[in-house]
């Protein structure tokens, strides 16, 4: 874009030089970690530029907004998708609509490419500002220390360790056999295995494509370390896993982000890379899932529970999906594809740039 003069400000993209020309400003837009700016936006390959907006006032930088971008499969077609990121304002110019204007202007930007927006939001939202929320996810916890989630420590916290060790052991006693597969772990994820994993069966629904140069980059963010597991039936993948773990505090926070193929005939496959993840993990406070990863059948038989169900939705809280598009002559549709229809999508962790 060029820069463009509105509201008193001039908006524009990043330049390399706008790191030096601002540098606390962009250390909080990065969280603190330059590691983590390059990650999400210099090495995404994505788009071929720094997806991140700067607003000038009297030759000052006072405001920078980011989108995470990632590239969508709709059937046989693809479509650019902008994910709105973090926002930082010079304390002296908030208050005033900035970050809004910031993202809207930035959204604007890729209106010649009819990109998707999708936002994922901890709370219900209203369908204003061309957002329209459509759908409601949830994610399936198996809950190690049930003291750290509830918030809750002694006696009580030790009965509730107690409580669901004995509700583990009784749920894997009966979880399905994993005999007739071997499961592999790796500290990287093997680009071609699993983007030849992900083209075994590819859905119809909307989703994050997933080909090598996804799987060489996504799950590189410094916030996480990963490790991939593959399935195997006689010696050849049939099914693989990420997992993103970090530590916080005492315990250690654990999520399945990412499996493929994303359309899984196979419960043995599946139980196979459960029974290898939380048999890995058993030291871990949770290990998270989202929704759509397994069959409930599977996650159940494993002792998940979703966090939008008795007993942990007084804990945990669903995530709202909402979406628009860059151009509103066409905010609904793309081809045969509703945007607004939450049957047409299949997002999860891998979607969502805190993971």
């Not at 590819?202 to 799987?215: N, Q």
Request: with cysteine.
């Amino acid at each position: 874009m060029s820069v463009l003069r509105t509201a008193g400000y001039s908006i524009r993209r990043f330049r390399p030089a706008d790191r030096e020309s601002a540098p606390k400003l962009f250390e909080r837009l990065s969280g603190g970690d330059a590691a983590r700016f390059e990650w999400k936006f210099e090495q995404n390959p994505t788009v071929d530029h720094v997806p991140v907006y700067v607003a000038e006032r009297r030759d000052q930088i006072v405001g920078a907004a980011s989108l995470w971008p990632l590239r969508l499969r709709l059937g046989d077609v693809t479509r650019l998708a902008l994910q709105p990121c973090d926002a930082v304002v010079r304390r002296d110019y908030r208050g005033r609509g900035l970050e809004d204007l910031l993202f809207a202007e930035a959204i604007e930007d890729y209106r010649g490419d009819g990109a998707v927006c999708i936002d994922f939001r901890p709370t219900p939202i209203d369908d204003a500002d061309d957002w329209t929320a459509i759908d409601q996810l949830s994610t399936y916890y198996r809950i190690h220390d049930p003291g750290r989630l509830f918030g809750v420590g002694g006696p009580l916290a030790a009965a509730g360790r107690l409580a669901v060790r004995s509700y583990h052991a009784a749920c894997d006693r009966i979880a399905p056999s994993t005999a007739p597969l071997s499961v592999d772990r790796y500290e990287t994820i093997p680009p071609e295995t699993f983007a030849s994993l992900y083209r075994r069966s590819v859905p119809a629904a909307i989703h994050a494509l997933r080909d090598e140069a996804f799987y060489r980059w996504r799950y590189r963010n410094p916030d996480w370390e990963y490790e991939a597991y593959l399935a195997r039936r006689d010696g050849e993948p049939v099914a693989g896993a990420v997992v993103a773990s970090r530590r916080t505090g005492n315990s250690s926070v654990v999520r399945i982000v990412d499996r493929v193929p994303l359309v899984l005939a196979d419960g043995d496959a599946e139980a196979a890379l459960l029974d290898a993840v939380v048999t890995a993990h058993a030291d871990a406070g949770a290990v998270a899932v989202h929704q759509d990863t397994f069959t409930h059948r599977t996650l159940s038989r494993f002792g998940f529970q979703r966090d939008d169900a008795v007993p942990l939705a007084s804990a945990g809280r669903a995530t709202t999906v909402a979406v628009r598009s860059s151009r509103p002559s066409d905010a609904t549709s793309i081809g045969d594809y509703d945007l607004t229809d939450a049957d047409d999508w299949l997002v999860g962790f891998a979607e969502r740039h805190p993971y």
